[in-house]
Nanobody
């Protein structure tokens, strides 16, 4: 079965960095688009970054220049490097992919940016 398992969240001060990881299994990882979403308390889940099978990336305007999405097909993993973190980046971050018109989600990892 499809599994997405995130890790790497935590508490960080404003201006700090974190690297999120997502380990995938149960599907042919290398041919699918992978996404990172986030959901802050009281807000809708939003798309943060996307990476295609060929490595083409796209970002939400709010994270451009600060976040970098990458993938390692040999390890069936996708990453989100987050730099210059701001309090408004505080959210639960989810790894996700769309397989045959069904969207799959990981359990999420909490990122808290606070002094």
């Amino acid at each position: 079965q499809v599994q997405l398992v995130e890790s790497g969240g935590g508490l960080v001060q404003p201006g700090g960095s974190l690297r999120l990881s997502c380990a995938a299994s149960g599907f042919i990882f290398r041919i699918y688009i992978l996404d990172w979403y986030r959901q802050a308390p009281g807000k809708q889940r939003e798309l943060v970054a996307t990476i295609s099978s060929g490595g083409v990336t796209n970002y939400a305007d709010s994270v451009k220049g600060r976040f970098t999405i990458s993938r390692d097909n040999a390890k069936n993993s996708v990453y989100l490097q987050m730099n210059s973190l701001k309090p408004e980046d505080t959210a639960v971050y989810y790894c996700s992919t769309d397989l045959l018109a069904r969207r799959y989600w990981g359990q999420g990892t909490q990122v808290t940016v606070s002094s």
